[in-house]
């Protein structure tokens, strides 16, 4: 496959850009920074950083888009968008929960935030997670069951017995 940018130079593996439209490229970002223009167009820069407002808005549309989309493949893997616990459907109130515990020292070990969805997919998904809201994911930590857990337990030990 050729460079997307020169559509001369050969690249290879995952990469799109050759090394020297890639030197290029990186060249023309650290002088637009220099001269107070956003890294990634020629539009100034916003006080104290170093992309424009425009491309600032871009990119975090653009991460709660990957994010929503690395969340979903996650999930696929551990029983699809859905609460294991209470049904929830909404993604944005699912997460990955630890089935064993222990993922207050797992997250610091992998590091805090959307990283662990990064985890999983690099390590194949290993087993010892499920989907769960966020609101019976935290009461699972803090009470040590989710009421909607406690109540199906309730329920199962005070039927009465059948004939």
């Known amino acids: 496959m050729n460079c997307r940018h020169c559509k001369i130079r050969e690249v290879s593996g995952t990469n799109m850009t050759c090394e ?9 970002r650290v002088e637009r920074i220099k001269n107070g223009l956003c890294r990634n167009c020629t539009n100034p ?9 425009a491309c600032i808005i871009r990119d975090r549309i653009r991460n709660k888009e ?10 696929q893997h551990y029983g699809g968008i859905k609460c294991a616990c209470c049904g929830e ?4 109130f699912l997460t990955i929960d630890h089935i064993n515990g222990g993922g207050t020292k797992h997250r610091k070990e992998i590091g ?5 969805y990064s985890w999983l ?28 857990e406690e109540k199906r337990r309730n329920n199962l030990t005070s039927e009465p017995a059948s004939v």
């Open 112 to 116: 805090k935030g959307r990283s662990i």
């Open 20 to 28: 020297i439209c890639l030197a290029k490229t990186r060249d023309a």
């Open 89 to 92: 459907l909404e993604i944005r």
């Open 121 to 148: 997919k690099r390590n194949d998904y290993p087993l010892g997670y499920q989907v769960l809201c966020y609101n019976c994911n935290c009461a699972g930590g803090f009470y040590g069951i989710c009421p909607h």
């Open 66 to 75: 990957w994010l929503l989309h690395r969340k979903a493949e996650a999930f």
């Open 45 to 53: 820069a916003e006080p104290n950083q170093i992309r424009c407002k």
